[in-house]
T-cell receptor, first 113, second 115 residues
């Protein structure tokens, strides 16, 4: 199984550019998440989704948008990139059950210059 | 606002020694997770603790949860170099008993094990 797959792994953006980070999972998980990790810090939740067509904000949603048209895919859109969005982005997924750990992708390292 | 604090943030250990990482959190929760992250890598799940008094062990690592004290510990026994990594605890706040898996992470503890 591929698990949680993120693309691209690395990207450099100029200030004001836009891009989409892709995330796909093949585990039939209903719950999916986007986190960001700044250097030397823990992860912070950007957005999450409990199923296709349902998304909600996390702790740090400003400057980002998400959509969830299928169970498998959960893309994260950055509009008007800013240096403060330089970070490593992790997508994760989980079974719908009330417990259980999150499964994380390999991460996407984004630099905004 | 939920706060999750780990200490120490940096831990340098000799091989063969024992040590404990502490994770304190500020709001009632009975779901706590421990993850390991190697440099430049993703997060690997270590333990899922789902009730007060839960204790889980895997190899040289043992995790426990005290929900009354809002404290979890990750104990390392007879450390070896392969345990060098960053360890995160993460707390899940349940809303009305339903967990959406929205985790709040601690800052991480960077563990270095040297000969």
């Amino acid at each position: 199984n591929a698990g949680v797959t993120q693309t691209p792994k690395f990207r450099i953006l100029k200030i004001g550019q836009s891009m989409t980070l892709q995330c796909a999972q093949d585990m039939n998980h209903n719950y999916m998440y986007w986190y960001r990790q700044d250097p030397g810090m823990g992860l912070k939740l950007i957005y999450y989704s409990v199923g296709a067509g349902i998304t909600d904000k996390g702790e740090v949603p400003n400057g980002y948008n998400v959509s969830r048209s299928t169970t498998e895919d959960f893309p994260l859109r950055l509009e008007l990139a800013a240096p403060s969005q330089t970070s490593v982005y992790f997508c994760a997924s989980r079974y719908t059950q009330n417990t259980g750990e999150l499964f994380f992708g390999e991460g996407s390292r984004l630099t905004v210059l | 606002e939920l706060k999750v604090e780990q200490n120490p943030l940096f831990l340098s250990m000799q091989e063969g020694k024992n040590y404990t990482i502490y994770c304190n959190y500020s709001t009632t929760s009975d779901r706590l997770y421990w993850y390991r992250q190697d440099p430049g890598k993703s997060l690997e799940s270590l333990f899922v603790l789902l009730s007060n008094g839960a204790v889980k062990q895997e190899g040289r690592l043992m995790a426990s949860l005290d929900t009354k004290a809002r404290l979890s510990t990750l104990h390392i026994t007879a450390a070896v170099h392969d345990l060098s990594a960053t360890y995160f605890c993460a707390v899940d706040i349940s809303a009305g008993g339903t967990s959406y898996g929205k985790l709040t992470f601690g800052q991480g503890t960077i563990l270095t094990v040297h000969p």
